[in-house]
């Protein structure tokens, strides 16, 4: 596009075209809400993913200047800027690798669905472009309410006959990410040698960690479940009163989106073995989506792990998460078809 931000001169063209030549892996990406709190470390982080030919960025404000600042790493990616509605299509166009931070975060004392009726209609909005722009990348949906935006990018998908709900993921590592770094805490162990299944959705009683699961094996007094599992549920509420009405957690969300994203770039080249926890279209429960541990690979999501055993207070858990949930999604679904 001519009238775009592009912040490449030919030596970019020419790196883009010769990797493509040259078969190296190189994945085009792009971050919608790229300005934002998330959206700018999370650009950083991208371009500096070896897996990464192409980045755009995409905003409705201030792309110029945050393209211009990451554009100066001196590693691989070309990164181009795109601002406003008028340039999405060209955003767009090509991806492989769709990530969605886009829209409000919370204040102190709003849950995420106080989010719903200003985030419903920015996703709706950016899925509208994704099915005519680039209907076989994969979507990572950061945007809240996960549990109903997820929802809403399946309905916008399904009405443009472009819906494949293996491409689809909602991004719960965040939860994973505090789990394994609170049970560590406790277990006195390095957080990378943890891992925490963590299963539902993405808010409050939905986020259901799995510690009779953990890796590596372990065992928990029932005070240090109760309480790990309510500072999981709560982590990002912690945050969010920490902030004191500046936002919510984008650090953390960051580094938990490349994490996610780098999974299914490495999946996407035809890795095997990659396995994350997401929310997706599933048969798990009775819900038409919940977050589960998925195994990725070059078209998304390859197959869905059931839940596993799970003990009593899991159990009583369990049936929280799918109550609140079972709202959330009719909600996202039925603000597409109403
Ligand atoms: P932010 O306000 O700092 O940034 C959001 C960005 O979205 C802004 O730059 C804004 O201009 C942009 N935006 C608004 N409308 C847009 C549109 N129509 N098209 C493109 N961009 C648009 O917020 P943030 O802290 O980056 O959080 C973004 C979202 O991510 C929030 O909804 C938040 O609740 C959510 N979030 C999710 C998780 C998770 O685990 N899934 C974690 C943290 C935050
Ligand atoms: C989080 O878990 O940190 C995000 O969903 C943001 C929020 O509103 O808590």
Not at 57 to 66: A, E, F, I, K, S
Not at 109 to 134: H, P, Q, W
Not at 215 to 233: A, G, M, N, V, W
């Amino acid at each position: 596009p001519s009238d775009n931000l592009q912040m490449e001169g030919s030596s970019n063209l020419k790196r883009e075209n010769c990797r493509a030549k040259g078969g190296s892996p190189g994945f085009k990406v792009a971050i919608l809400g790229a300005a934002g709190g998330i959206g700018q470390p999370l650009a950083m982080l991208m371009k500096m993913n070896p897996l990464v030919s192409v980045l755009h960025l995409y905003d409705v404000v201030n792309t110029p200047g945050v393209t211009a600042d990451i554009s100066h790493m001196d590693t691989g990616a070309v990164v181009r800027g795109f601002l406003g509605q008028q340039q999405l299509e060209d955003a767009l166009t090509g991806m492989d690798l769709v990530i969605i931070p886009a829209g409000v975060p919370r204040k102190p004392g709003m849950t995420r669905d106080d989010l719903f009726n200003i985030n419903a209609g920015i996703v709706r909005t950016l899925c509208e472009g994704i099915s005519k722009c680039c209907p076989k990348a994969i979507v990572n949906l950061i945007s809240n309410p996960v549990n109903s935006t997820v929802p809403i990018a399946a309905e916008v998908f399904k009405n443009a006959n472009t819906y494949d709900p293996r491409r689809l993921l909602g991004v719960t590592m965040l939860d994973v990410v505090r789990a394994n770094t609170f049970v560590a805490e406790v277990l006195g162990l390095d957080p990378r040698d943890v891992d925490v299944p963590v299963v539902g959705g993405h808010a409050g009683v939905t986020i259901l960690p799995l510690l009779s699961q953990v890796k590596p094996p372990c065992s928990f007094t029932q005070k240090e479940t109760e309480s790990l599992t309510s500072r999981i549920q709560n982590g990002g509420t912690e945050v969010v009163e920490a902030k004191a009405g500046a936002g919510s957690a984008t650090l953390s969300m960051a580094y938990a989106a490349v994490k996610f994203a780098d999974a299914c770039l490495h999946a996407l080249r035809g890795d095997a073995g990659v396995v994350r926890c997401a929310f997706v279209s599933s048969q798990v429960t009775e819900l038409p989506f919940f977050a589960s541990r998925v195994r990725l690979g070059r078209n998304g999501v390859e197959e869905i792990y059931p839940l596993g055993p799970l003990n009593e207070y899991e159990r009583v858990g369990l049936e929280k998460a799918k109550k609140e949930l079972a709202g959330s999604i009719e909600k996202g679904v039925s603000f597409v078809r109403k």
